[in-house]
């Protein structure tokens, strides 16, 4: 699978030089950095990314602008930038064929892990189970501790009832703490087969999952949902 290559479109350089940056720390080489919508489109012409990143109020107009022509050459996912926060101005931005829509303040870490969920989803970002950490000891994050052979986890050197699938989602949480873990990849490790139409399968397991460890399930302080990315766990 080649790079994919990014298109960020933004007239704040620091704004930027802070994405690319997040997004070469997870791994992406290619990208393609412009200010305007004439650049925008030009480099879209020019080096035929996989992705954009258009931020909606540009210096010669609306990214809106740049998605519609976009959109009639590419099919390509497009996230928009924009600190308009009204229902309307999402719902505009979905609507002329965008694929997701952050409003700012962001952090430029959620923006790349929201690139990797798009290119997931048209083939061109694969899950690499291996990049969890690999399971090699017995392992503790705050109240929680799991053993060796992760088959039994713990809560204040307690052991909790857990099915099989629970203890393997505890196990990835307990070996990345306070990494955000796609649903791809915690379906991946613990079911070993692929995400496609699991959804509903993956969230009825935290949800019990949530219920065993949780003082609060329904305000999980552990096992926390990151809206569009997946979920993290604190521990403490």
Same mark, same amino acid.
Request: aromatic share 8%; with cysteine.
């Given at each position: 699978?080649g790079?994919?290559?990014i298109?960020?479109?933004?007239?704040?350089?620091?704004?930027?030089?802070?994405?690319?940056?997040s997004?070469?720390?997870?791994?992406?080489?290619?990208?393609?950095?412009?200010?305007?919508?004439?650049e925008?489109?030009?480099?879209?012409?020019?080096?035929?990314?996989?992705?954009?990143?258009?931020?909606?109020?540009?210096?010669?107009?609306?990214?809106?602008?740049?998605?519609?022509?976009?959109?009639?050459? /590419? @099919?390509?996912?497009?996230? *928009?930038?924009?600190? &308009?926060? $009204?229902?309307?101005? !999402?719902?505009?931005?979905? #609507?002329?064929?965008?694929?997701?829509?952050?409003?700012?303040?962001?952090s430029?870490?959620?923006?790349?892990?929201?690139?990797?969920?798009q290119?997931?989803?048209?083939?061109l970002?694969?899950?690499?189970?291996?990049?969890?950490?690999?399971?090699?000891? /017995? @392992?503790?994050?705050?109240v *929680?501790?799991?053993? &060796?052979? $992760?088959?039994?986890v !713990?809560?204040?050197?307690? #052991?909790?009832?857990l099915?099989?699938?629970?203890?393997?989602?505890?196990?990835?949480?307990?070996?990345?703490?306070?990494?955000?873990?796609?649903?791809?990849?915690?379906?991946?490790?613990?079911?070993?087969?692929?995400?496609?139409?699991?959804?509903?399968?993956?969230?009825?397991?935290?949800?019990?999952l949530?219920? &065993?460890? $949780?003082?609060?399930?329904?305000?999980?302080?552990?096992?926390?949902?990151?809206?569009?990315?997946?979920?993290?766990?604190?521990?403490?």
């Amino acid at each position: 699978m080649g790079q994919p290559k990014i298109l960020i479109v933004d007239d704040e350089k620091d704004l930027c030089t802070l994405i690319k940056t997040s997004l070469k720390k997870e791994g992406f080489e290619e990208i393609i950095l412009a200010n305007t919508i004439k650049e925008g489109w030009e480099a879209f012409l020019q080096h035929s990314p996989d992705l954009a990143i258009l931020d909606v109020m540009l210096p010669d107009g609306e990214g809106y602008e740049l998605c519609k022509k976009i959109r009639e050459e /590419s @099919k390509i996912p497009i996230l *928009f930038l924009s600190a &308009k926060t $009204e229902e309307v101005d !999402k719902i505009l931005g979905l #609507a002329i064929g965008g694929d997701d829509y952050v409003t700012k303040p962001f952090s430029p870490k959620e923006v790349a892990y929201r690139v990797k969920a798009q290119l997931r989803r048209v083939g061109l970002y694969s899950v690499d189970v291996d990049q969890i950490t690999p399971a090699n000891t /017995s @392992k503790k994050v705050g109240v *929680f501790s799991i053993n &060796k052979e $992760e088959t039994e986890v !713990k809560k204040n050197d307690i #052991a909790l009832e857990l099915t099989a699938k629970e203890v393997g989602l505890m196990a990835c949480f307990l070996r990345n703490p306070n990494r955000i873990l796609s649903k791809e990849t915690l379906f991946q490790a613990v079911w070993g087969e692929e995400f496609y139409g699991a959804d509903n399968t993956l969230m009825v397991h935290i949800r019990r999952l949530r219920e &065993k460890i $949780e003082e609060t399930p329904s305000n999980p302080k552990y096992i926390v949902t990151v809206k569009g990315l997946g979920y993290r766990f604190l521990g403490s």
